[in-house]
């Protein structure tokens, strides 16, 4: 089974800053759409950031400016640089790879904690 790994949650202040990384199996960065997700109690999961396997990026309006979605092909890896943190950023994170209309699956990581609190 494909396995996406996430790593970099924590707490963090108001302000500052985190870079989630995802990793996954094979060359899936290379041939996938990849992506972060985050959900917070209470309410519905939603796209944050995608990144195509042409490289081209989306955010959705609440993190454009703030967050930077980048991948590595030769690593196979995929980041959310996440920089002036919100309290209303506070959710679980969730990396995604998505094979569109052509490969016509998708897998999700298991989340990671993102916590933005005094």
């Known amino acids: 089974q494909v396995q996406l790994v996430e790593s970099g949650g924590g707490l963090v202040q108001p302000g500052g800053s985190l870079r989630l990384s995802c990793a996954g199996p094979?060359?899936?960065?290379?041939?996938?759409?990849m992506g972060w997700y985050r959900q917070a109690p209470g309410k519905q999961r939603d796209v944050v950031a995608t990144?195509?396997?042409?490289?081209?990026?989306y955010y959705t309006p609440a993190v454009r400016g703030r967050f930077t979605i980048s991948k590595d092909n030769a690593k196979n890896t995929v980041s959310l640089q996440m920089d002036n943190l919100k309290v209303e950023d506070t959710a679980i994170y969730y990396c995604?790879?998505?094979?569109?209309?052509?490969?016509?699956?998708?897998?999700w990581g298991q989340g990671t904690q993102v916590t933005v609190s005094s």
């Open positions: 995604s790879a998505d094979g569109r209309f052509a490969l016509r699956d998708f897998y």
């Open positions: 094979g060359n899936i960065v290379s041939f996938y759409t």
């Open positions: 990144i195509s396997n042409g490289n081209i990026p």
